[in-house]
């Protein structure tokens, strides 16, 4: 079954520690995204990207970083994590045109200490 | 700029009552409008889309929205809800040829006996 895999599921960090989190779909899918969730706010497009070895900045971007070095894997990189990042992080693919529903992962829930 | 609005944070209704969480965006061109659902620790699924054709469309477990250009809402009904209806549902928009989605803040539900 086609599907979208995080890891890790929870994970604390220490402020300014590095802090990276994995997805990986099997839907064949072009796009993939980041997204944060945070109370209030619904969910965030944090970076996406539309081809492997390419990356996208979306609507948050600010202290993060993405790498997609196949099309079947992308990571969303903190490089010095801060409180403000703790949040529950999801990743995403769609296809495109009739494909393009969104598969959702189950979420990474981050806390920054 | 695209946006989207759910008025009602928490919602609770009781078990067999009827369902409308309400959904407005904004837009200047056609959207295309989803409703997803959210279970406890979950990722996100998809409930119903609306691309163009009949403005009421049908989903997963009895809901249906209704499209109303006039109005820029894509409100989730139910006839009558279950206990297992409760969760988060979120409205979301995409610009056509655009595949990034903008999420309302998520309506959540509760049914009670």
């Known amino acids: 079954e086609a599907a979208v895999t995080q890891s890790p599921r929870s994970k604390v960090a220490v402020t300014g520690g590095k802090v990276t989190l994995s997805c990986h779909q099997t839907n064949n899918h072009d796009y993939m995204y980041w997204y944060r969730q945070d109370t209030g706010h619904g969910l965030r497009l944090i970076h996406y990207?539309?081809?492997?070895?390419?990356?996208e900045k979306g609507d948050i971007p600010d202290g993060y970083k993405a790498s997609r070095p196949s099309q079947e894997n992308f990571s969303l990189i903190l490089e010095l994590a801060s409180l403000s990042q703790t949040a529950v992080y999801f990743c995403?693919?769609?296809?495109?045109?009739?494909?393009?529903?969104?598969?959702f992962g189950s979420g990474t829930r981050l806390l920054v200490i | 700029a695209q946006s989207v609005t759910q008025p009602d944070a928490r919602v609770t209704v009781s078990e067999g009552a009827s369902l409308q969480l309400r959904c407005k965006y904004s837009y200047s061109g056609t959207p295309y409008l989803f409703w997803y659902v959210q279970y406890p620790r979950q990722g996100l699924q998809l409930l119903l889309k609306y691309y163009s054709g009949d403005p009421v469309v049908q989903g997963v477990n009895g809901f249906e929205a209704e499209f109303i250009k006039s109005n820029s809402s894509f409100h989730l009904r139910k006839a009558s809800v279950h206990w297992s209806d409760s969760a988060v549902y979120f409205c979301a928009v995409r610009r056509t040829g655009n595949y990034k989605y903008v999420f309302g803040a998520g309506t959540r539900l509760k049914v009670i006996a």
């Open positions: 995403a693919s769609s296809g495109t045109g009739s494909n393009s529903d969104y598969t």
């Open positions: 990207s539309y081809v492997a070895d390419s990356t």
